[in-house]
């Protein structure tokens, strides 16, 4: 006889599809879960935005004995400017004037969602 080994070491296809179902699966849990995590930090950070503003228009109010602000009379990088930046972190829109004791609305926040802070 031949003292020839002809052993093979590999995997076979079946292992290899194996493999790529599991990751697959793994994957398919995964994407939800971190889109849910994503969004709901998003609309926190939507919220922040929001407090300021309304924290803004409060000591607006007090200071000018107003009930009605713009809000770009609030946010800029003058000293007298009382929020010196709002940062979009999901292509939201604020309201455009602050009127006293009313809610403070961000809208399309990543083009669907709401979210309103009452002071």
Same mark, same amino acid.
């Given at each position: 006889?031949?003292?020839?080994?002809?052993?093979?070491?590999?995997?076979?296809?079946?292992?290899?599809?194996?493999?790529?179902?599991?990751?697959?699966?793994?994957?398919?849990?995964?994407?939800?879960?971190?889109?849910?995590?994503?969004?709901?930090?998003?609309?926190?950070?939507?919220?922040?935005?929001?407090?300021?503003?309304?924290?803004?228009?409060?000591?607006?109010?007090? #200071?000018?004995? &107003?009930?009605?602000?713009?809000?770009?009379?609030? %946010?800029?990088?003058? $000293?007298? /400017?009382?929020?010196?930046? *709002?940062?979009?972190?999901?292509? #939201?829109?604020? &309201?455009?004037?602050?009127?006293?004791?009313?809610? %403070?609305?961000?809208? $399309?926040? /990543?083009?669907?969602?709401? *979210?309103?802070?009452?002071?």
């Amino acid at each position: 006889m031949n003292g020839i080994n002809n052993s093979r070491k590999g995997f076979t296809l079946v292992e290899i599809m194996i493999v790529v179902v599991i990751i697959g699966l793994l994957a398919a849990m995964a994407i939800p879960a971190f889109q849910k995590v994503r969004a709901s930090s998003q609309d926190k950070a939507v919220l922040n935005n929001l407090r300021q503003l309304g924290s803004a228009a409060d000591q607006y109010f007090l #200071e000018n004995g &107003v009930s009605r602000v713009a809000s770009a009379s609030l %946010v800029g990088t003058n $000293s007298s /400017n009382y929020v010196k930046a *709002i940062q979009t972190v999901a292509t #939201e829109t604020y &309201v455009v004037t602050l009127d006293q004791g009313a809610a %403070v609305t961000a809208f $399309s926040v /990543n083009g669907t969602r709401t *979210i309103t802070y009452n002071n």
